[in-house]
């Protein structure tokens, strides 16, 4: 329970916060580095998903482009969400 808890306000935190302060290309760090921060708390049948999608969204970043930042964005976005939806199904 309190790692549900800990993890929800830790994500709802860091997504409330980083619009009002990073910009767009930051955007993808910032949410890479709330995925990082919450390893301990991935379930261990998400592991590999995780792993894949950061994976991913990290190559997306090194492209230097829009497009590449933008499919970051919504890679990291979508790994936070499965995340964050994990969490509330699970005691």
Known sequence: MN???LLGLFI???????????AEKDQCAVNL?????AKAQIPPEMTDQ?????EQAEADHAKGT????????????DVIKALTDAKKGGK
């Open 3 to 5: 790692r549900s808890v």
């Open 66 to 77: 829009k497009q590449g930042t933008d499919d970051c964005i919504a890679e990291t976005n």
């Open 12 to 22: 709802t935190a860091s997504m409330l916060a980083s619009p009002s302060f990073a």
């Open 50 to 54: 995780v792993k894949a999608s950061v």
């Open 33 to 37: 580095q709330t995925i990082e921060n």
